[in-house]
């Protein structure tokens, strides 16, 4: 019989799996490596606010969701910079280090905050927000991953190839008849969204690794789009399962093994196509 | 009709000034080819038509609207190395591009309609057959020719096109040129072209703009390509020559040459 907690991660690795691998090439192709940066900072923003929250009204669950608030109105405001003419690099650092000082500003109001409560299990979700907790997801975790999850991927799923279009030539979409901004405030709406999503289960940390690496290596080893697809995707699923077993009989965070099994795979393939 | 008429354009970015004061006229169905120096203001003017820029003054109009008005109207042809190739597209794909967002906003499938008719296209310049090649795979001369196959997809009044003969070699120049030829001919759009190396376009060249920051001539190759008007846009070495019956203008690290005698 299968615990139920190795249950529950099972299918969250499948939906993280799913949702990163269509995602990982198009931040590849697009170039977003360095958005995932400012994604950090907006969920670790969006989660202490959550937590400040949290406690103030006693609702455990506003945290996600305020941290996915958050996320998705500070890659507006990213996407917005751009629109007005800030390089993306710019966008990002302006509005990661303005999201960076608030969560400072944020953990010494939560701490406060703390102080006037009984006991609250808050240390340790802090904690799963940065290092991620596979093990963890609980059963309405586990309903908004995968209810927010095929929403957003079936979006995803359908843009697919106007985000391709985007990232090889936005002058021809504009040209053409699309609106090149609009695709692009879109494409950033999903990557806030899926960070949001999965947070809990990666870990902010390792999100920025697992965000891109899968895309990579699928770009590298073959030029076909859905043989991209289908690498990303098991490049993922497959990390994503082994670090749940190692992690089950070693009791090493699951996200940590995912994140040096990627960039062992990454390396010896770099090694070899550079050789 | 007047297929692009400026009147006082006066083109800036941020409130400087790329080109001041011009005014030209390109009926419908004639090749303008514009030429000048890096930094001329060639790609400024051109971006102004297919209205990817908006700061400038003055009146400039596509077929007797506002270039945002007229987008419908235009296909703007880029430098192919502007492009990320590190998408990994198939020539069919590229040239569907320009035919999928006149409607709907998603784009799962390409229509079959749209597919017949890029196949099409791709017959038109000379590709047939090449539909499931990776652009990134292409030579510069294909890459070339694709991407005018994509601008012919929306069947467009007019074609911007931006340097098409950078960076290629002199057969995929010609085979470059022999393609906006046929499309002048054939389809009878009204062209403007930039270019540094105007030799194996004035086959195709009604009109030739010489630019340099403003206006310098503007009007008929033979009365524009002068020992004159070329001294005074790439400076004191730059020479006409007359070869074999055709003129020669060095220009540099390139040469103008046209037809005719001096």
Request: glycine share 10%.
């Amino acid at each position: 019989m299968i615990p139920e907690f190795i249950l529950r991660a099972l299918l969250a690795s499948i939906m993280v799996s799913v949702l990163l691998g269509f995602l990982s090439p198009i931040i590849n192709t697009k170039g977003l490596a360095f958005l995932t940066h400012a994604l950090f900072h907006a969920l670790l923003f969006g989660a202490v606010l959550g937590m400040i929250l949290a406690l103030l009204l006693n609702s455990y669950s506003l945290v996600m969701i305020v941290a996915l608030v958050a996320t998705v109105v500070i890659v507006i405001t990213i996407a917005e910079l751009e629109k007005i003419g800030f390089t993306p690099d710019s966008a990002v650092g302006i509005t990661a280090s303005f999201a960076a000082g608030l969560t400072v500003l944020g953990f010494g109001i939560l701490y406060k905050v703390m102080a006037t409560r009984p006991y609250f299990p808050l240390t340790e979700n802090i904690v799963s927000y940065l290092t991620g907790d596979i093990f963890l997801v609980s059963l309405s975790d586990l309903t908004l991953l995968v209810a927010g999850g095929t929403v957003i991927f079936f979006a995803l799923l359908l843009l697919y190839r106007d985000f391709l279009y985007l990232s090889f030539d936005p002058e021809g979409v504009e040209s053409y008849g699309g609106n090149a901004r609009v695709y692009l405030m879109v494409l950033y709406v999903i990557v806030g969204t899926i960070g949001a999503l999965i947070v809990q289960t990666v870990g902010l940390i390792t999100l920025q690794v697992i965000a891109i690496l899968p895309g990579a290596i699928a770009l590298m080893v073959s030029n076909d789009l859905r043989k991209v697809l289908a690498v990303s995707f098991f490049t993922t699923l497959t990390v994503q399962l082994s670090s749940i077993v190692l992690a089950y009989y070693t009791a090493i965070p699951p996200s940590g093994i995912a994140t040096i099994i990627l960039g062992i795979v990454y390396g010896v393939l770099l090694a070899r196509w550079r050789g | 009709m007047d297929a692009v008429r400026a009147e006082g354009l006066t083109i800036s970015y941020g409130g400087k000034s790329a080109l001041s004061d011009v005014t030209f006229t390109l009926e419908e169905g004639k090749t303008l080819l514009l030429l000048g120096p890096n930094g001329a203001g060639k790609t400024s003017l051109l971006k102004t038509i297919a209205c990817f820029h908006r700061e400038y003054r003055g009146k400039i109009e596509v077929f007797g609207r506002k270039p945002c008005n007229a987008r419908e109207l235009i296909g703007y042809v880029p430098q192919s190395h502007s492009l990320n190739e590190r998408v990994p597209l198939t020539a069919l794909e590229v040239v569907a591009m320009g035919g999928i967002y006149r409607r709907g906003f998603a784009h799962f499938r390409i229509p079959s309609k749209v597919i017949e008719k890029a196949k099409g296209v791709l017959n038109f310049v000379g590709l047939g057959g090449m539909e499931n090649r990776l652009f990134r795979e292409l030579s510069g001369g294909q890459k070339q020719r694709i991407l005018l196959a994509r601008a012919l997809m929306s069947d467009p009044k007019l074609l911007l096109l931006d340097e098409p003969l950078s960076a290629l070699d002199p057969s995929a120049r010609a085979e470059v040129a022999n393609v906006l030829s046929k499309i002048k001919n054939e389809k009878r759009v009204t062209m403007i072209i930039t270019t540094h190396d105007i030799n194996p376009l004035l086959g195709v060249g009604d009109l030739v703009m010489l630019i340099n920051k403003r206006l310098i001539a503007f009007g008929r190759p033979e009365a524009v390509l002068t020992d004159k008007v070329v001294k005074s846009v790439y400076g004191p070495l730059a020479r006409v020559i007359p070869v074999g019956g055709r003129v020669y203008c060095i220009t540099g690290d390139f040469h103008i040459h046209r037809g005719g005698h001096l």
